[in-house]
């Protein structure tokens, strides 16, 4: 029988090892890594080139690996001559991702007179990206090419994986185009890259390549080309690759099937992605959060909700995605409620996380949540980047809190095209035409290009600060100018300008030259302008046009019956009210929204299902009172009712509006802002109700409706009663 020490004596003997050194293969931490290197420093084992490597190796390479005391080790050594060792240097920075320290690394090794090797230039150019600089990266192209290795398939890999990563997809694709071609890795890196800077067409011309080339694609080649095909929402080539895996029974994972089911999902084919779901073997959180996002984008939210609830775990891109559905289909409340679930699991959101939330923000008005929002983002450190930035402009500008989102613009880093839109949108939905148009100058002297969407932010500030000859202006310079091609909601936006300025001819004119046939936001438009200017016959004009092809549009029905209240055309109003009830025609409830303490409460016209109900009333009785002392007294010409005007100043009592404002008197601090956002537009009486309470009662009240704020202060509004 054998001792053990005679046991340990032969599996030493076995490994030709130093009892020190052999240690370095079981080891499993860098404190045992520690007293391993004293152990070698005492038996000076340290002095041979064998014990320096294998320390230096562990640090570099293994993951519980540590550079600094790889470096400590490197630098004892005098003249380090192997270029193993400045390759496991280079390698270990490639692996804690400091490709900068590789760099240096790499440069001190050619001071050294130590020429690389095959491996060298690998290691060095992993871990390269943007913020190493193409610069560098293009001369350590000219180091591979002057020392002979740029026929090398696997540098040839490392820098088309490079120039990727820095962006440069033609040079990557130069790179490649010289290659042999022959390596199938070499086609995945080229695909990666082109996935990665989102150019999913050259990916799916590839995979046609890599047919004709006669190339074995492994999984990372599938799943990428259907990562491709799925943002193309290519169904055509995704199919393709599907039988390319049934025919050459490619043996799958669940990293495949889960990029096959997304690609079927993407492209609206949710039978077929559910039946590979059924089929799974094994699923993830992966596997469920794609049928979960395929029901979202066909705007099934009931069955996405369905598959949410039965998901055994979930992530946050899983919250993300199901929150994400809500804000489709218009539930914000709802997506607010799911993320307070997320939250008491403590599920840590991502920044996509916090876009959606503050959407939803945005949309309630729900100040208060929005700014918690800020905070949490600011605490827990989640990335603040220019999509978090532009969601914050666009959350406090829906707000009413203008100059906040200013704040927010002001203090981004970095901005894109949509951050100075939302800004130039917030400026101009709140009244502030003029800064508006400044922010635009701002924008230009930025070299920053306006698009169409920037340009229906213009038309718009112009629009509600009542600049007819500046917008006039942009609208005849947007092409010359900046080459953007007017489209139907510039129009849109022009006869919205001209027909609440009074010039309604003019309006019939541009519609009439349009170059595209007009829709029904245009005619709506010059509908809303012969509202204001109480013009019937355009008006029947601009109505019988929408109803042409939207018969049961009840907000054309709605408008039209105020246009004939106003003018005091009653015949013609009982006759479209019969028009109405016989076609089943019901007018949209007035719906207001108000947040107080972190909770957003929703009131429609006449509602007493509030838990408050009864004092809400009570405080609305008191304030029409005081209201009526102070010279009030109730605008009825928008109720088109048949019933007396007892009743009708009854019925504008009760709209939503007022709900919302009694309630916010009651519950809120007198300093307080009152915020109300609307569904409909505004009707004359509550506008006057609105300015006669932010005088009486000292309060800043900001109501959002259909179409713009009104920011009520002092008795005025900011809408100078244009609106």
């Known amino acids: 029988m054998i001792s053990t020490k005679t046991s340990t004596s032969l599996t030493l003997f076995s490994h030709n090892l130093e009892p020190p050194l052999f240690l370095i293969e079981t080891c499993k931490s860098m404190d045992q890594l520690k007293q391993i290197h004293c152990q070698t420093v005492k038996t000076g084992l340290i002095r041979k080139p064998i014990s320096q490597n294998k320390l230096i190796s562990f640090c570099c390479t293994n993951e519980s690996g540590d550079m600094n005391h790889a470096l400590q080790m490197f630098n004892q050594i005098s003249e380090p001559k192997s270029v193993f060792l400045w390759n496991t240097m280079i390698k270990g920075y490639s692996r804690v991702d400091c490709p900068k320290h590789g760099i240096s690394m790499y440069l001190n090794m050619l001071k050294q007179d130590v020429k690389p090797d095959d491996y060298t230039f690998p290691f060095l150019l992993k871990g390269f990206d943007r913020d190493v600089g193409l610069s560098c990266g293009k001369k350590i192209h000219g180091h591979v090419v002057k020392f002979g290795f740029g026929s090398n398939v696997f540098v040839q890999n490392a820098l088309i994986h490079m ?185 840590r959101p991502d920044e996509f996380t916090m876009v959606s939330i503050l959407t939803a923000c945005a949309q309630l008005g729900a100040l208060q949540i929005g700014e918690w929002i ?13 999509f978090v930035g532009n969601a914050l402009i666009d959350m406090y500008s829906k707000c009413g809190s203008v100059e906040k989102a200013q704040r927010v613009f002001n203090g981004m880093p970095r901005r894109d095209k949509f951050t100075w839109t939302a800004m130039i949108f917030g400026l101009a939905t709140n009244g502030n035409g003029e800064e508006a148009l400044g922010m635009f100058s701002e924008m230009l002297r930025a070299s920053i290009k306006p698009d169409e969407v920037t340009y229906v932010g213009i038309l718009c500030a112009c629009t509600h600060a009542g600049m007819v000859d500046e917008g006039r202006k942009f609208f005849a310079s947007m092409t010359t100018e900046h080459g953007v091609q007017p489209n139907v909601a510039h129009y849109g936006c022009m006869v919205d ?227």
């Open 163 to 347: 120039y990727s990563l820095c962006g440069q997809m033609e040079m990557a694709r130069a790179v490649f185009d010289v290659n042999c071609k022959m390596d199938v890795i070499t086609w995945n890196v080229i695909i990666t890259g082109y996935n990665r800077m989102k150019q999913y067409d050259e990916t799916s011309k590839l995979f046609g390549e890599m047919e004709r080339n006669g190339m074995v694609p492994t999984l990372v080649t599938l799943v990428s080309l259907l990562s491709a095909c799925s943002k193309l929402k290519d169904l055509e080539v995704g199919k393709r690759v599907h039988k390319y895996i049934q025919k050459c029974k490619v043996e799958s994972n669940l990293t495949l099937e889960n990029a096959l089911m997304d690609m079927y999902a993407a492209c609206g084919e949710m039978d077929v992605a559910v039946s590979l779901f059924d089929r799974m073997k094994t699923r993830d959180v992966i596997s469920w959060t794609t049928i979960v996002s395929g029901f979202v984008n066909k705007g099934e939210i009931d069955l996405a909700r369905d598959y949410f609830d039965r998901m055994p775990e979930r992530d946050y891109v899983s919250w993300t995605a199901m929150i994400d559905g809500y804000l489709r289909v218009n539930c914000f409340k709802e997506a607010l409620v799911l993320f307070r679930e997320m939250q008491a699991l403590k599920i």
């Open 374 to 386: 800020k905070t949490y983002i600011e605490r827990n450190k989640v990335k603040n980047d220019v």
């Open 497 to 723: 300008l001209l027909g609440r300025a009074g010039h309604l001819q003019e309006a019939c004119e541009l519609i009439k030259n349009m170059p595209m046939k007009p829709n029904s936001i245009v005619w709506g438009a010059l509908l809303g302008g012969c509202r204001l200017h109480k013009d019937v016959e355009i008006a029947e004009m601009a109505a019988k046009q929408i109803l042409e092809s939207d018969p049961d549009n009840g907000a054309v029905y709605v408008m039209l019956c105020n246009i004939y209240a106003s003018c005091k055309r009653w015949d013609s109003l009982h006759e479209l009210r019969e028009s109405m009830m016989h076609r089943g025609i019901k007018k949209t409830p007035g719906c207001s929204l108000i947040e107080m303490n972190g909770v957003v409460h929703e009131f429609v016209a006449g509602d007493q299902r509030h838990p408050q109900s009864k004092e809400i009333y009570l405080k609305l009785d008191e304030v029409m009172r005081d209201l009526k002392v102070a010279g009030y007294s109730p605008d009825t010409s928008e109720v088109f009712l048949d019933i007396g005007e007892e009743d009708k100043e009854s019925t504008l009592y009760r709209h939503s509006e007022k709900l919302a404002l009694a309630f916010g008197l009651i519950y809120s601090q007198p300093v307080v802002t009152i915020r109300i956002v609307k569904n409909l537009r505004m009707c004359v009486d509550c506008h006057r109700v609105a300015k006669l309470v932010s005088k009486l009662y000292d309060r800043e009240v900001i109501i959002r409706d259909r179409t713009r704020f009104h920011h009520f202060r002092h008795g005025s509004c900011s809408c100078k009663d244009y609106w």
